[in-house]
């Protein structure tokens, strides 16, 4: 009654088998093989970092020049009183609209 039952079991071991294939792929690598494994493999951090680095050089020149438009406005309102009257009267603005956020 049992005579189809035919159970064939691998002599093989499925783990050391990838093993086995996995090191000789690597065994086969030559030098190019080896640089773009090593560049996909830092890739994305490296791509990461490099956009985070670009984001605060933006940052920073834009902060430089708001920083260098200050300047060049309060030189103009040095010499003339129009320009400080007008700064005066929009900070107190902006110091009282802060006030008011507050209460």
Known sequence: MARFVHIEYSTNHG?????SRGFTAVGN????QLALGA??????????TAARIRTGLQ??????ELRRQD????????NDARVM???SRAMSREAG?????FV
Request: hydrophobic share 50%; glycine share 8%.
């Open 15 to 19: 783990g050391v088998t990838r093993f």
């Open 29 to 32: 690598w030559n030098a190019s």
């Open 39 to 48: 560049l996909a493999f830092i890739g994305s951090p490296l791509t990461r």
């Open 59 to 64: 940052g920073w020149s834009a902060r430089r």
């Open 71 to 78: 300047e060049k406005l309060w030189n103009i309102a040095l």
């Open 85 to 87: 009257a007008d700064l």
């Open 97 to 101: 609209r802060d006030v008011h956020a």
